[in-house]
């Protein structure tokens, strides 16, 4: 029996990718090999900082099987520099937010300086894998090495050494935001309280490293490259403009992508030195990346120093908030603006606090460059924020929870105006929530308060320590600036649907399934989805910023509601009826009220069909087909509230996760499967951050966590059982009601188990303001004196 009549938004449907990648027929970029492809292997800097003298290619050119060897040098004289020039920014945003932007644009390889371990300085591209490989060992490097910027503060020193000589300064990038009057509420509170906080540098580390294969069809003029990234329509775009091509004439496709999390979120060097030497060399030629060469070469990320001030009064309510923190951004800066300032605009978090001072400033450093890896400059805010407010309770001797709930926006203020712009220029609408609910939910989650400190008391007499930490962050997501779909229905009776959406994992091919399937009154199975293909569709965005369901499911929506008043048109000229008397019926399009009045969409699209036998109604084009492009007018706003259990061991120092819970509230959920599996990775990744992943340089600048025996990911025994809790607040802002949830589950944890910790050692005094946690650090931190 069919249930076709039944919404399938809200179904915990498999994903229907599942089956083709769990049997081996996945395609990731390793995966592909054309015939006659050559093999690129990039020579990068052992040093951090140094001047290039030569980068001596002669024997490399000669080994066996070399088909070119390229410096940058070489590329200055085959291409025009990469230009240098000030970040985008919306018009709205650069008016009302004071701040100056510089913006060093990396080349494609490094011809006056290196500035960073594993920065490329030359591309060899050979028959074999091993043969480029021997040759790049042939490769002469004469460095002279410069003492190297490895400290966003000693960077700002004004003896600190120059990463980029043309600046004459090390901070490219500063603002500020101003909400109320900071400093009068700091001055009256009768409580003020400063701490520094930092939050390390660590990256997304997707199973699926970096690859790029590009080949190049003389015949038509034309190049075609698969990257593995999150961001197709913008590799064409930078590639179309290197090769002096009609972006009609490259392709980019991404294949089945192992993994991004905002780390595959731009475009890289490698695209485009791989395109040019496909390009140059009439064969296809192909990179890809070993975990070796990601950790030293793909985006890092995180990595903010905080100094917080706090006003409160005696009950705890936050009268004022000020942070003036660091960013180091490594040695380039390739997104902006972007993370440094969500820290500042998601800093205040779910709370009413009506003066806000916080500025920002971007310094550049010799690591690898600093990106948007989920959560983008959130877990920053988060940690920063939840952290003081902890402080605040342990200051007034109350309770962390009662401390949140105090200060959590009422719900009968939403949508609540936070009185200033997000990165778009819109003015901050938190559109929908209630945060206090949030919040009590996650407490019953967990047994409870009272019930946990009285299991923690007993706990205490035993010689255990337990802790209970609270994490709550809100998110803008579905942020513009737009997101294209295109809808065709053929006469199979399929519903074909691209956009400019790229998957990496989250499902896509199934939740969108259920929107167009609940769109178009069929069955999920009965629609046809493409991504990631610039053939496809040729105008979109990518997946990044919690935006994919959100602009992508819009763009849909408006693109199906354009189709249907065509569908309408020829099914109400056939069945002699008008328009307004139809609609959508199980795979068809019947009379209201009228069961056997109805035509299949197989039948109206070969009705839709140019020639004379199909006529149609007078202005209605041929074929069953739309195209839109969702604008969003501003951001949605999820919000959850994380709550950690732990047990710290005092003699070893280590920490172990007994329980976790969030509450969570991303709109209306598409897939309630799909979304706690995207909060529970999410806070997997969280608690990898806080417990054990970390990017290590020492005083030269050399990468000390160039392995995955040295950079600790979190392992199924690490994760606690987790108590999932949805809740539903629509947004009114998209038609579908959705808000992003991708990045979200990462924003909290650290936080969380931060509080935690520091909750089970309170009797020590212990204040944890800086990750990762460390056992060692506890255990000296707890040696008696």
């Known amino acids: 029996m069919s249930d076709i009549g039944a919404p399938y938004i809200g179904r915990s449907l498999r994903r229907r990718e599942d089956r083709r990648l769990l049997t081996g027929r996945g395609q990731f970029i390793a995966d592909l090999v054309l015939p006659r492809v050559l093999h690129a292997v990039l020579v990068r800097s052992p040093l951090a900082h140094a001047r290039i003298r030569d980068v001596d290619l002669s024997r490399a050119r000669a080994a066996p099987g070399v088909a070119m060897a390229l410096n940058g040098a070489d590329l200055l004289q085959m291409l025009p520099p990469v230009p240098e020039g000030q970040i985008s920014l919306p018009r709205k945003w650069t008016t009302v937010i004071q701040h100056k932007f510089l913006n060093p644009q990396q080349p494609l390889l490094a011809y006056d300086k290196v500035r960073h371990v594993g920065e490329a300085v030359a591309i060899i591209a050979a028959e074999t894998r091993d043969q480029a490989e021997d040759a790049a060992e042939l490769v002469a490097l ?18 600190s050494p120059i990463v980029h000589d043309r600046f004459d300064t090390n901070l490219i990038g500063e603002f500020k935001v101003t909400r109320g009057d900071p400093d009068a509420a700091m001055a009256r509170a009768p409580h003020r309280l400063k701490r520094r906080f930092y939050h390390h540098r660590y990256a997304a580390v997707p199973m699926e490293c970096r690859g790029v294969v590009s080949a190049y ?15 197709v329509h913008w590799v064409r775009r930078e590639a179309a403009a290197l090769l002096g091509l009609p972006e009609a004439q490259v392709r980019c496709v991404a294949l089945d992508v192992g993994g991004g999390f905002g780390g595959k979120g731009h475009v890289y060097p490698e695209d485009l030195l791989v395109t040019f030497l496909a390009h ?7 990179w890809i990346e070993d975990r070796r060469e990601h950790l030293m070469s793909a985006t890092h990320s995180r990595d903010q120093w905080h100094d917080v001030e706090i006003g409160f009064d005696d009950d705890g309510h936050i009268l004022a908030i000020r942070d003036d923190y660091l960013v180091d951004c490594g040695a380039w800066n390739p997104i902006g603006s972007g993370v440094a300032y969500n820290t500042a605009v998601h800093l205040t978090g779910p709370y009413k606090i009506e003066n806000l001072a916080a500025s920002g400033r971007i310094v550049v450093t010799n690591k690898v460059p600093n990106a948007p890896y989920r959560g983008a400059g959130r877990p920053e805010a988060a940690f920063a924020m939840e952290r003081s407010i902890d402080l605040v309770a342990r200051t007034l001797g109350l309770e962390p929870a009662e401390i949140r709930r105090r200060n959590m926006i009422p719900t009968e203020e939403m949508p609540y105006r936070v009185g200033i712009p997000y990165r778009d220029g819109e003015p901050i609408v938190y559109d929908s929530g209630d945060y206090p609910r949030a919040l009590q939910k ?44 295109f809808v065709r229905i053929d006469p199979s009776a399929k519903v074909y649907v691209t956009c400019g959406a790229a998957p990496q994992g989250q499902g896509m091919a199934t939740f969108f399934a259920q929107i167009v399937a609940d769109l178009w009154k069929v069955k999920p199975e009965d629609v046809v989805l493409s991504f990631a293909d610039t053939a496809s569709i040729a105008i979109g965005f990518g997946t990044m910023a919690s935006r994919s369901t959100v602009t ?38 019947g009379v209201v009220g009228v069961p056997g009045a109805t035509l299949s969409l197989s039948r109206i699209a070969q009705a839709s069909r140019p020639g004379w036998e199909n006529p149609r109604p ?3 084009d041929a074929a069953l087909e739309e195209i839109a492009y969702c604008q969003p007018p501003t951001v949605t706003w999820s919000h959850a509230v994380h709550a950690a259990i732990v047990e710290v061991d005092p003699d070893t120092g280590r920490v172990t996760l007994e329980n976790y819970a969030v509450t969570h509230d991303c709109g209306t959920v598409v897939n309630p499967m799909l979304v706690e599996g995207q909060i529970m990775g999410g806070a997997v990744q969280g608690l990898g951050g806080i417990l054990g992943e970390a990017i290590a340089y020492d005083s030269n600048g050399q990468l000390l966590s160039g392995s995955l025996m040295d950079y600790a990911l979190p392992i199924a025994t690490d994760v606690p059982p987790m108590t999932l809790v949805h809740q539903h607040s629509p947004s009114p802002l998209n038609p579908l009601g959705v808000k992003g949830v991708g990045e979200g589950g990462a924003v909290a944890p650290p936080a969380a188990i931060a509080n935690a910790v520091c909750d089970a050692l309170a009797p020590s005094g212990i204040e944890i303001n800086a990750t990762p946690i460390r056992p060692e650090e506890i255990v000296r931190f707890l040696r008696p004196r």
């Open 142 to 159: 004469d460095l002279e090495e410069l003492p190297p910027v490895v400290d966003a503060e000693a960077g700002l020193r004004p003896d």
């Open 280 to 286: 140059r060399l009439g064969r296809p030629v192909r």
């Open 618 to 620: 007078p202005g209605i």
């Open 442 to 485: 996650t407490l019953d989650a967990i047994g409870g308060v009272d019930g946990f400190r009285r299991r923690q008391a007993e706990a205490r007499t035993d010689g255990r320590y337990l802790g209970l930490g609270i994490g709550c962050y809100i998110e803008g997501t579905g942020v513009g600036p737009f997101e294209s779909a």
């Open 217 to 231: 069809d003389p015949r038509t003029d034309s190049a075609t490259i698969w990257s593995s990234t999150q961001v």
């Open 552 to 589: 992508a499911g819009a763009a849909m929506h408006q693109a199906s509601a354009k189709l249907r008043d065509k569908v309408f048109a020829i099914a109400a000229n056939l069945l002699e009826c008008s328009p307004a008397d139809l609609e959508l019926r199980e795979g068809g399009v």
